[in-house]
């Protein structure tokens, strides 16, 4: 298990991950000061290098709160769900 977590004062706003048939790899997370704009990326890879890089954001103002998942044996879909 690897566990990555924000700044203080900051939390999640945008995930960085590659995929195709399944989520092969989450490269970053970028970290968004609650109150003000500023962003900080903190990288993860984890996971293999197939699939295309694809990003999900929240919307301006909020940030990920939690995660949807569909998996079997491997994750093949992940989506934000922000407030």
Excluded at 21 to 33: G, T
Excluded at 35 to 63: D, E, K, N, R, W
């Amino acid at each position: 298990m690897i566990t990555k977590w924000c700044p203080i004062g900051r939390a999640i706003h945008r995930l960085t991950l590659r995929s195709g048939a399944l989520v092969d790899r989450i490269e970053s997370m970028s970290c968004k000061q609650v109150s003000g704009t500023a962003s900080a990326s903190v990288s993860i890879l984890v996971g293999g290098t197939g699939g295309t890089q694809t990003t999900s954001q929240c919307p301006t103002g909020t940030f990920v709160d939690g995660l949807y998942t569909r998996t079997g044996a491997l994750v093949d879909g992940l989506a934000l769900h922000c407030r």
